[in-house]
C-alpha cells in the first residue's frame, strides 16, 4: 500500500469503510452494506450497471438471499492511490471469497472512494469495478 504521511489518517479512515462494507457482506446486510456509498455511487460488474445506492443496495439484497448466500469475503487491499486530496483509487486483490458462483465470478475489483462534501467530511465509496480475470493465453 502506498505510504504518505500526508495521507495516512485518510487511508485509515478508507480501510474503515472497507471493513463496513466487508462486515456488513459478512452479516448479508444489504442496508449497512451500502451505508458508506454515496447516494450516486455507481458499480459495474461484468453484464451489471448499477447507478445509485439504492440500485446496488437492492442487487445485494437479491444476491444475499441468493448466488452470495453462503459466500465469504475479505477485505485486503493492495494500493491507495490518491488522485486529489477528496479522491482515492482503492485498489483490491482477486478476491479469496467462497461460494460456487461466487468463485466464478472473481474478477479484479477497485473501489474509488471520496470525501464528502458540505457538512460531511466522511470517506464514502463513489463507485466500484470489478473486471474479470484475462483468460489464460497459450
Known amino acids: 500500500m502506498t505510504t504518505n504521511r500526508t495521507h495516512t489518517a485518510d487511508e485509515t479512515a ?3 469503510v472497507l471493513e463496513n462494507v466487508y462486515a456488513a457482506w459478512d452479516t448479508y446486510d444489504a442496508d449497512a452494506f451500502v451505508a458508506d456509498y454515496t447516494e450516486d455511487a455507481s458499480v459495474i460488474l461484468p453484464g451489471s450497471y448499477r ?3 439504492e440500485e446496488i443496495r ?3 439484497q437479491a444476491g444475499f438471499t441468493s448466488y452470495l448466500k453462503g459466500s465469504t469475503t475479505s477485505n485486503k487491499v493492495l494500493d ?3 488522485l486529489t486530496k477528496d479522491a482515492a483509487a482503492v485498489i483490491l486483490p482477486f ?3 467462497s461460494g460456487s458462483t461466487w468463485r466464478s465470478r ?3 475489483p477497485a473501489r474509488v472512494s471520496r470525501r464528502g462534501r458540505g457538512c460531511s467530511s466522511r470517506w464514502q465509496v463513489a ?3 470489478n ?5 489464460a493465453t497459450s
Not at 131 to 135: L, N, Q, R
Open 14 to 16: 478508507i480501510l474503515k
Open 51 to 53: 447507478s445509485s445506492r
Open 58 to 60: 437492492q442487487s445485494m
Open 80 to 82: 491507495i492511490r490518491f
Open 95 to 97: 478476491p479469496a471469497g
Open 106 to 108: 472473481r474478477g479484479r
Open 127 to 129: 463507485a466500484y469495478q
Open 131 to 135: 473486471s474479470p480475470k484475462a483468460a
